[in-house]
């Protein structure tokens, strides 16, 4: 799950960077309105955690601009700003939910894993990887023409993150680190295992290796 955190403290933003990932997300952290505008233009997330009062364009004006261009990634807005206009106007901007500054680190976590899978169960996510198979990301189930083939879930996951890093290189650290848990043991056997198997499903020639570096889903 990759998440986008707008937040103007340095410090802060390291250490909710660093609990989120060690919690097995993937967090691009950003420090002012606009450089997050203009990251999000370029880069597809599954949730934004935005702290509002921040330089160039506040949280409010943000997710507006966004919500105006259509973009409806699920948002938690983090303030110190505790009155019920500030409130009201953060959920009419369109935020999904609201943390009050300061916050536990645990709450955070619990308000991200609860609205992730609201999101994740509302949605389909099926995807077209070629004009006779369909990718259910859910269901962990590719359709070839009439026949269903099950994903285990280290092949899901590795497939749904090339998937999502279509035509561009996602190197073999930041496979990984998505794909196992900080205590299990990878291996480059395990994972040239898992490509393998996919390429049988989904084609050899969709699935590019890149000598010392990673692969590509094309």
Same mark, same amino acid.
């Given at each position: 799950?990759?998440?986008?955190?707008?937040?103007?403290?340095?410090?802060?933003?390291?250490?909710?960077?660093?609990?989120?990932?060690?919690?097995?997300?993937?967090?691009?952290?950003?420090?002012?309105?606009?450089?997050?505008?203009?990251?999000?233009?370029?880069?597809?997330?599954?949730?934004?955690?935005?702290?509002?009062?921040?330089?160039?364009?506040?949280?409010?004006?943000?997710?507006?601009?966004?919500?105006?261009?259509?973009?409806?990634?699920?948002?938690?807005?983090?303030?110190?700003?505790?009155?019920?206009?500030?409130?009201?106007?953060?959920?009419?901007?369109?935020?999904?939910?609201?943390?009050?500054?300061?916050?536990?680190?645990?709450? +955070?976590?619990?308000?991200?894993?609860? !609205?992730? @899978?609201?999101?994740? $169960?509302? %949605?389909?996510?099926? /995807? &077209?990887?070629?004009?006779?198979?369909?990718?259910?990301?859910?269901?962990?189930?590719?359709?070839?023409?009439?026949?269903?083939?099950?994903?285990?879930?280290?092949?899901?996951?590795?497939?749904?993150?090339?998937?999502?890093?279509?035509?561009?290189?996602?190197?073999?650290?930041?496979?990984?680190?998505?794909?196992?848990?900080?205590?299990?043991?990878?291996?480059?056997?395990? +994972?040239?295992?898992?490509?393998?198997? !996919?390429? @049988?499903?989904?084609? $050899?020639? %969709?699935?590019?290796? /890149? &000598?010392?570096?990673?692969?590509?889903?094309?």
């Amino acid at each position: 799950m990759n998440i986008l955190y707008l937040e103007d403290d340095i410090n802060l933003s390291a250490t909710i960077e660093e609990f989120l990932n060690d919690e097995g997300y993937n967090v691009v952290s950003v420090y002012d309105g606009e450089e997050a505008l203009n990251v999000l233009y370029k880069q597809n997330f599954d949730l934004l955690i935005l702290d509002i009062q921040v330089p160039k364009l506040n949280g409010f004006e943000l997710l507006e601009t966004l919500r105006n261009a259509n973009i409806q990634t699920p948002t938690i807005f983090t303030t110190s700003l505790n009155s019920i206009e500030d409130l009201s106007k953060g959920y009419s901007v369109g935020a999904d939910d609201y943390i009050k500054k300061p916050f536990l680190l645990k709450e +955070l976590h619990l308000r991200v894993e609860a !609205l992730l @899978k609201r999101e994740y $169960k509302t %949605k389909e996510y099926i /995807i &077209k990887l070629d004009k006779n198979i369909t990718y259910n990301i859910n269901l962990q189930e590719i359709q070839i023409d009439d026949k269903k083939i099950i994903l285990n879930h280290k092949e899901n996951e590795l497939l749904k993150l090339l998937v999502k890093n279509k035509n561009s290189c996602v190197l073999f650290d930041t496979i990984f680190e998505t794909i196992w848990s900080y205590d299990e043991v990878h291996s480059e056997q395990s +994972l040239r295992t898992y490509i393998k198997n !996919l390429r @049988k499903i989904v084609g $050899k020639n %969709k699935i590019v290796s /890149i &000598k010392k570096q990673g692969y590509i889903f094309v």
